[in-house]
T-cell receptor, first 112, second 112 residues
Framework: DAGVTQSPTHLIKTRGQQVTLRCSPK?????VSWYQQALGQGPQFIFQ???????QRGNFPDRFSGHQFPNYSSELNVNALLLGDSALYLC???????????FGSGTRLTVV | GESVGLHLPTLSVQEGDNSIINCAYS??????FIWYKQESGKGPQFIID?????DKRQGQRVTVLLNKTVKHLSLQIAATQPGDSAVYFC???????????FGQGTRLTINP
């Protein structure tokens, strides 16, 4: 039973560019949440998708957007990258309204 | 407001000793708490959870204690092993929300 898979594992982008990160949830899960983890910090909630809609959003600008597909997989898009966007981006899947979250290993994004 | 913090950023213990990692939270509406372990290059891994209607829960070598009076959470690891070296995060879910609020983390180092 595959857990949460994220791609790519590492990515280097230039300021001003756009990036798309991908997540496949654990089998049986229908909800995907994205978190940003800066170095030495705890993960910060970006947003959550369920039934292909954004259900909750954290304190992140509109440059951060997402999508969920009918197969429950999800994408995180970040536009107009800033140096401060450099972080580990984590995807967590769960079953809607059930407290049980499985995290992927993350995508390490470096903005130069 | 929402905040989950930790008393100590680093903790060093001898192999075989017991470890205690502490966490303070501020939101009395939090109804679910989770401890995660994060090893280098990996996503957070679930260790143990506890609901707000409980004050203690035990797992294999781990115990979580919840003191709602002082809004304090602790993780006890018995007979610490080298494989326990990692960063440990506490996280909370506020009643009605579906997002995890993480603390900053404690790095646990095991001395041989």
């Amino acid at each position: 039973d595959a857990g949460v898979t994220q791609s790519p594992t590492h990515l280097i982008k230039t300021r001003g560019q756009q990036v798309t990160l991908r997540c496949s949830p654990k089998s049986g899960h229908d909800t995907v949440s994205w978190y940003q983890q800066a170095l030495g910090q705890g993960p910060q909630f970006i947003f959550q998708y369920y039934e292909e809609e954004e259900r909750q959003r954290g304190n992140f600008p509109d440059r951060f957007s997402g999508h969920q597909f009918p197969n429950y997989s999800s994408e995180l898009n970040v536009n107009a990258l800033l140096l401060g966007d450099s972080a580990l981006y984590l995807c967590a899947s769960s079953l809607h309204k059930v407290y049980g979250y499985t995290f992927g290993s993350g995508t390490r994004l470096t903005v130069v | 407001g929402e905040s989950v913090g930790l008393h100590l950023p680093t903790l060093s213990v001898q192999e075989g000793d017991n470890s205690i990692i502490n966490c303070a939270y501020s939101n009395s509406a939090s109804d679910y708490f989770i401890w995660y372990k994060q090893e280098s290059g990996k996503g957070p891994q679930f260790i143990i959870d506890i609901r707000s209607n409980m004050d203690k829960r035990q797992g294999q070598r781990v115990t979580v204690l919840l003191n709602k009076t002082v809004k304090h959470l602790s993780l006890q690891i018995a007979a610490t092993q080298p494989g326990d070296s990692a960063v440990y995060f506490c996280a909370e879910i506020i009643q009605g929300a579906q997002k995890l609020v993480f603390g900053q983390g404690t790095r646990l180092t095991i001395n041989p």
